[in-house]
């Protein structure tokens, strides 16, 4: 089966997942927090250098999730190659991703907030922290308050700010969203484009991004095409 060329749409945010082939934990089954911290550090280094701006990121045992927006349809595949190469180097060993990453287009006004919190919610989803401010490798901290200052890296996405007018107001209202999370049809459609590779949003979103995407942004649909009917 072939693989799907890389989805890109100018200005338009990605959420992307990068599985790691070794599990970032020691010998005894506790996490490497060294390489952890390692990895965040080269995210932000990697980033910068290729024209990714961040909006949110998770780092976990066994993936990298990211929210950005890349400045070209290359930049984010730049990125992480880049990663792979600091990682393999520091590892000691051959392919560090278990194959390619998988991305998805968000809609921004829609889904950039939900996909955030979907994303920082992650560790707690696996039960590695009670709460998503309590995982040190992730956004999650910056977006509540419980950081501050925010790392130079992170480049808040517009529907942030949007979210108050103050500091304060934006943290509350994120937190809340965070603590109240996201309803099992938003969960499950934000699965589903990351798995597919496929765009997230509504219909006049997705028509929008016809015209400008890298190619197709939403499953065909299934079946052969309906028969003309003859003259």
């Not at 992730?138 to 942030?160: C, E, K, M, V």
């Not at 996201?182 to 219909?203: K, N």
């Amino acid at each position: 089966m072939a693989r799907l060329p890389r989805l890109y749409a100018p200005d338009t945010p990605q959420l992307a997942q990068a599985e790691l082939t070794n599990p970032l934990q020691e010998s005894g089954g506790s996490l490497d927090a060294g390489m952890f911290d390692a990895i965040q550090q080269w995210l932000a280094e990697t980033s910068l250098q290729h024209g990714v701006t961040l909006h949110g990121w998770c780092l976990l045992p066994d993936r990298l999730l990211c929210l950005s927006t890349p400045a070209k349809a290359d930049s984010l595949a730049r990125m992480m190659q880049a990663l792979g190469r600091k990682l393999a180097s520091r590892q000691m060993a051959g392919a560090v991703f278990n194959g390619r990453y998988r991305c998805a287009l968000v809609q921004p006004g829609l889904w950039v907030l939900p996909v955030l919190a979907w994303l920082e919610s992650r560790p707690v989803a696996a039960r590695l922290a009670p709460d998503a401010e309590a995982w040190p490798w992730s956004s999650a901290r910056a977006h509540t308050g419980y950081l501050i200052p925010s790392p130079a890296w992170l480049h808040n996405h517009p529907d942030y700010w949007r979210c108050g007018n103050t500091p304060f107001d934006r943290q509350a209202a994120y937190r809340h969203l965070l603590q109240e999370g996201l309803s099992r049809e938003q969960e499950s459609r934000i699965t589903a484009a990351l798995q597919g590779q496929w765009a997230l949003g509504d219909a006049a979103f997705l028509e929008r991004l016809a015209g400008t995407a890298s190619r197709r942004v939403q499953p065909g649909k299934r079946g052969r095409p309906r028969k003309t009917p003859a003259a």
